[in-house]
Nanobody
Framework: QVQLVESGGGLVQAGGSLRLSCAAS????????MDWYRQVPGKQRELVAT???????NYEDSVKGRLTISRDNAKNTVYLQMNSLKPEDTAVYFC?????????????WGQGTQVTVSS
């Protein structure tokens, strides 16, 4: 079984910074893509940033230049450094990974962490 534990969310003023972490544990042989999504009430969950095992990254347009995704393959952990935060970044942030376990490749999600940006 794979577990993802997120941390680092909270309340911050506009222009401030937060760093989210997501650590994966369990019977994991390999992790391919690691992603961060966010969701606000009444809207679909949206992909914010993704990083491949080799370190290639991709971002949603509205966060480019402000959010940075990174990973530590030795720790099975993905990070999201969030700078110059705006009120519209307020959401529940979820990490997701594609991982190879004893049952094959699967998609796994974290429980979500709230990020609130005040104006």
């Amino acid at each position: 079984q794979v577990q993802l534990v997120e941390s680092g969310g909270g309340l911050v003023q506009a222009g401030g910074s937060l760093r989210l972490s997501c650590a994966a544990s369990g019977s994991i042989f390999s992790i391919n893509a690691m992603d961060w999504y966010r969701q606000v009430p009444g809207k679909q969950r949206e992909l914010v940033a993704t990083i491949t095992r080799g370190g290639n990254t991709n971002y949603e347009d509205s966060v480019k230049g402000r959010l940075t995704i990174s990973r530590d393959n030795a720790k099975n952990t993905v990070y999201l450094q969030m700078n110059s935060l705006k009120p519209e970044d307020t959401a529940v942030y979820f990490c997701a990974i594609s991982a190879l376990t004893t049952t094959g490749w699967g998609r796994y999600w974290g429980q979500g962490t709230q990020v609130t940006v005040s104006s």
